[in-house]
């Protein structure tokens, strides 16, 4: 019997990136885009790293095979397919469509570029998008609190399937990211507790640093944060942010990070608060994984089982 599957990065370790395991007969994985075959052999050995298939819902490793590629659990009679209960579930796409997408998110093409490229709906590419993100935020260390209530993120996942919705934010429950530097790697923090209206409150009351551009707005550094950070709406009151000389801490630093961020959220472009974290969480993915190849990364993510969030 297997652990209960689903399990969520995060919990008392010390920050490091999470790298999972990736076939070694992965070769050339351009190579895998062209043939469909070894595209879902590719995925299946992601999802299933033993060799054999165990049940998504219970973990149990005894399953016997249903026609047309279905599987059923001996123990708790679950029937499944064999990427049931995961990320890569979310999307109709085939396995080298796929890899395909991963391959062209590695390098940062637009969603339009991605469809034109793939032959696939634009809704169909963003919601595959939108799975490749969930499924590197569930891989931080800090995915428990950021698929929790307190970041929204929650009201996208209904049981195992991103079929949810954004809830409705306001200053009181927008809320607040920290930028920490730890050596070379950064982690961007949920900050328990703060809002946007609590920046607002600083702002006005003890003069702390809001800088805004478009609806990201930034602080001066805030105790071991070189930066806190919200992406706001309309309902926020923009006006009363003060106008300043001095550049804050984070921009007169010459941090790597924080150009190599701001030039990605610029193209983004439309970012809600919502949504917001899972940007986040792709640019600290890709900042702190810069000298490694993440192709395969992505694609172990993607296979990964969506974590239990109760």
Known sequence: ??????????????????????????????????????????????AWPAGSPFCPRCGHSKVYALSGERLRCADCKYTFHPFSGRWINNGALSAAEWLGLVALFVDECSVHQMKERLGLSYNTV??????????????????????????????????????????????????????????????????????????????????????????????????EYDALLFCGNDSLPYEIIRRYDEPPHIDASG??????????????????????????????????NRERPIAEMLAAYLCALVPQLD
């Open 1 to 46: 019997m297997r652990p209960r599957p689903g399990a969520l990065a995060g919990g008392e370790h010390p920050r490091r990136p999470v790298v999972p395991h990736t076939p070694k007969a992965a070769g050339d994985f351009a190579a895998l885009l062209r043939d469909e075959k070894l595209a879902r052999a590719f995925l299946l050995d992601l």
């Open 126 to 223: 963003y919601k595959a998008l939108t799975a490749i993100r969930f499924a590197i935020v569930a891989h931080a260390i800090d995915a428990r609190q950021l698929l929790g209530e307190a970041t929204g993120l929650d009201s996208y996942l209904k049981g195992n399937r991103l079929t949810g919705g954004p809830r409705d934010m306001r200053m009181d429950t927008i809320p607040v990211y920290g930028i920490l530097r730890r050596d070379a790697m950064v982690f961007i923090d949920l900050v328990p507790g703060f809002q946007a209206e609590t920046l607002f409150h600083f702002h006005m009351n003890f003069h702390l640093k809001l800088i805004r551009t478009g609806n990201l707005v930034y602080t001066d550094r805030y105790k």
């Open 255 to 288: 941090d790597e990070f924080w150009p190599f961020a701001l030039e990605r959220i610029r193209r983004f472009r439309g970012i809600s608060c919502q949504r917001f974290p899972l940007y986040l969480k792709e640019l600290e993915f890709r900042f702190n």
